[in-house]
């Protein structure tokens, strides 16, 4: 068996960074998730490392069909581009770790032999929070001190066991960790934990120790919840004789100041994210965000620009509330930094959603839109008006800014209706020109006129653009209908009734 010890560690990928994403395959990726992944990916980058995704999948009741699927699409869609991983392989094959079952019983006997784990005969009567069976703790454990060769006989006849990590009794372990400094446990606390479980799988923390040690893991990305279980891991690490990585700990996203962001309770993944609208490089710029500085005013970033300016440094201690709010500024600032025919592409099935008339050009609409969209999923709310003129108030003609009320309102109505059905060219810049020389020939400013053809044609206070954009894209024949509906509304025969 040493000669097969020998040949793990040979084959050991070594030389430079080499980080991992392990997430479980347990449904869609959630925002902390996300984050975790990004910081690995920038410290591996940043320094022409090796970013390596590896699927934790030993919780088999926890499986979800397809997750594995969404993580590597998830991965890919935000630019997170892994060197190695178990679509592409890699050095350090297989990265899923049910697929590496084979090593770990090897190194829990390993431990065994060296006597800083032991084999786990029996089980309490005591029962868990969820009612399952849960092995005795070690205060009370009688297979803690029986003797190894004792131990294995039983193993050899076939008796069920677990392994369990022998956590020393005296004495302290201290951690060192890059954001959280030097974090130290009296060992006495220490439970003795299960390293290799009755059917064959590993726990969690003991894959995580041996597959980091076999794949050259050099620096470990985790979230707070694990600084308890780190002064096990490095006493695996100790009694292997391993090299022990360097541990780089973020503190939790938050839904507020009590509580978790939280799959379970109903708040977003990041398919929910994208399926609001969001675009995939504001949700990761946002995300890098949340628990990091990159110093200074600017907020703004590419995730190349990310890679060259991350440091580890600027990670906060302090866990980061999630502000959908502010996600919405920075998915706004990206939307409008979008090329144009870029944006009318992933704009159109929205549109439609709204706007089921093909003659209103759903490019022309989406051009009215960009600098006024938050979300794409806005899209539709922003534009009911189109395919049906909604039913409105007069009160809408009365408005102060543009000094108009419905006596005005009716005035600039029929004035526009003569002047744009006159108009040989309808487009943007002969609409546009149309009316402001129209404006300025009866003595009233720009909005006075305009605002009762913005009410006219859309029923609304707010669009998503102005009377001339939204008249352009109606065409001269729905606009004056429109206007004509208005002069009615304003209790006069409309022109084209006489």
């Given at each position: 068996?040493s000669?097969?010890?020998?040949?793990?560690?040979?084959?050991?990928?070594?030389?430079?960074?080499?980080?991992?994403f392990?997430?479980?395959?347990?449904?869609?990726?959630?925002?902390?998730?996300?984050?975790?992944?990004?910081?690995?990916?920038?410290?591996?980058?940043?320094?022409?490392?090796?970013?390596?995704?590896?699927?934790?999948d030993?919780?088999?009741?926890?499986?979800?069909?397809?997750?594995?699927?969404?993580?590597?699409?998830?991965?890919?869609?935000?630019?997170?581009?892994?060197?190695?991983?178990?679509?592409?392989?890699g050095?350090?094959?297989?990265?899923?770790?049910?697929?590496?079952?084979?090593?770990?019983?090897?190194?829990?006997?390993?431990?065994?032999?060296?006597?800083?784990?032991?084999?786990?005969?029996?089980?309490?009567?005591?029962?868990?929070?969820?009612?399952?069976?849960?092995?005795?703790?070690?205060?009370?454990?009688p297979?803690?001190?029986?003797?190894?060769?004792?131990?294995?006989?039983?193993?050899?006849?076939?008796?069920p066991?677990?392994?369990?990590?022998?956590?020393?009794?005296?004495?302290?372990?201290?951690?060192?960790?890059?954001?959280?400094?030097?974090?130290?446990?009296?060992?006495?606390?220490?439970?003795?934990?299960?390293?290799?479980?009755?059917?064959?799988?590993?726990t969690?923390?003991?894959?995580?120790?041996?597959?980091?040690?076999?794949?050259?893991?050099?620096?470990?990305?985790?979230?707070?919840?694990y600084?308890s279980?780190?002064?096990?891991?490095?006493?695996?690490?100790?009694?292997?004789?391993?090299?022990?990585?360097?541990?780089?700990t973020?503190?939790?996203?938050?839904?507020?100041?009590?509580?978790?962001?939280?799959?379970?309770?109903?708040?977003?993944?990041?398919?929910?994210?994208?399926?609001?609208?969001?675009?995939?490089?504001?949700?990761?710029?946002?995300?890098?965000?949340?628990?990091?500085?990159?110093?200074?005013?600017?907020?703004?970033?590419?995730?190349?620009?990310?890679?060259?300016?991350?440091?580890?440094?600027?990670?906060?201690?302090?866990?980061?509330?999630?502000?959908?709010?502010?996600?919405?500024?920075?998915?706004?600032?990206?939307?409008?930094?979008?090329?144009?025919?870029?944006?009318?592409?992933?704009?159109?099935?929205?549109?439609?959603?709204?706007?089921?008339?093909?003659?209103?050009?759903?490019?022309?609409?989406?051009?009215?839109?960009?600098?006024?969209?938050?979300?794409?999923?806005?899209?539709?709310?922003?534009?009911?008006?189109?395919?049906?003129?909604?039913?409105?108030?007069?009160?809408?003609?009365?408005?102060?800014?543009?000094?108009?009320?419905?006596?005005?309102?009716?005035?600039?109505?029929?004035?526009?209706?003569?002047?744009?059905?006159?108009?040989?060219?309808?487009?943007?810049?002969?609409?546009?020109?149309?009316?402001?020389?129209?404006?300025?020939?009866?003595?009233?400013?720009?909005?006075?006129?305009?605002?009762?053809?913005?009410?006219?044609?859309?029923?609304?206070?707010?669009?998503?653009?102005?009377?001339?954009?939204?008249?352009?894209?109606l065409?001269?024949?729905?606009?004056?209908?429109?206007?004509?509906?208005?002069?009615?509304?304003?209790?006069?025969?409309?022109?084209?009734?006489?």
């Amino acid at each position: 068996m040493s000669n097969w010890f020998e040949e793990m560690e040979a084959k050991i990928p070594r030389g430079g960074v080499r980080t991992r994403f392990a997430p479980s395959p347990t449904g869609y990726m959630h925002v902390g998730g996300l984050r975790t992944a990004l910081y690995a990916y920038l410290i591996a980058k940043k320094s022409g490392g090796t970013f390596i995704l590896r699927i934790e999948d030993t919780d088999q009741a926890r499986f979800v069909e397809g997750a594995t699927e969404i993580i590597i699409d998830t991965l890919n869609g935000v630019g997170l581009k892994y060197d190695e991983g178990p679509d592409i392989g890699g050095p350090a094959a297989p990265y899923t770790q049910s697929e590496r079952r084979h090593l770990y019983l090897p190194y829990a006997q390993l431990l065994c032999e060296k006597c800083a784990a032991y084999y786990c005969f029996c089980e309490t009567e005591a029962k868990q929070g969820d009612g399952s069976s849960a092995w005795m703790e070690h205060e009370t454990d009688p297979c803690r001190d029986l003797p190894y060769a004792e131990s294995k006989r039983r193993v050899d006849e076939g008796a069920p066991f677990v392994v369990r990590m022998k956590a020393p009794r005296e004495g302290e372990t201290t951690v060192e960790d890059m954001v959280f400094g030097l974090v130290t446990t009296q060992n006495k606390t220490l439970d003795d934990m299960v390293l290799l479980k009755r059917d064959g799988m590993p726990t969690y923390n003991f894959a995580n120790v041996v597959d980091d040690h076999l794949m050259g893991i050099t620096h470990v990305l985790r979230g707070s919840e694990y600084i308890s279980s780190a002064p096990k891991y490095n006493l695996l690490y100790l009694a292997f004789g391993w090299e022990i990585p360097a541990y780089i700990t973020v503190s939790p996203v938050m839904r507020d100041a009590q509580h978790k962001l939280s799959k379970r309770d109903g708040d977003p993944t990041y398919n929910d994210l994208l399926n609001q609208g969001c675009l995939p490089e504001a949700v990761l710029n946002y995300v890098a965000l949340l628990g990091w500085s990159p110093g200074g005013e600017r907020e703004v970033f590419s995730l190349e620009e990310m890679t060259e300016i991350f440091d580890v440094s600027g990670i906060s201690k302090s866990p980061a509330i999630f502000d959908e709010e502010k996600l919405n500024y920075f998915n706004s600032e990206y939307i409008r930094a979008l090329p144009p025919e870029k944006f009318a592409e992933l704009a159109e099935p929205y549109i439609r959603k709204a706007v089921s008339n093909k003659a209103y050009s759903a490019d022309q609409i989406a051009r009215i839109l960009q600098a006024r969209c938050e979300r794409l999923s806005d899209i539709p709310g922003k534009l009911d008006f189109f395919d049906n003129l909604p039913d409105y108030d007069n009160e809408l003609y009365v408005h102060k800014k543009s000094k108009t009320d419905e006596a005005i309102s009716l005035e600039m109505l029929r004035a526009s209706r003569c002047a744009l059905e006159a108009l040989e060219d309808w487009t943007t810049e002969a609409i546009h020109d149309t009316l402001i020389a129209l404006a300025e020939s009866i003595g009233v400013k720009n909005a006075t006129l305009m605002w009762p053809v913005r009410i006219a044609v859309t029923g609304k206070a707010v669009t998503p653009g102005g009377a001339v954009e939204v008249c352009r894209i109606l065409g001269v024949d729905e606009t004056i209908r429109r206007i004509d509906a208005g002069i009615r509304k304003l209790g006069v025969e409309g022109i084209a009734d006489k």
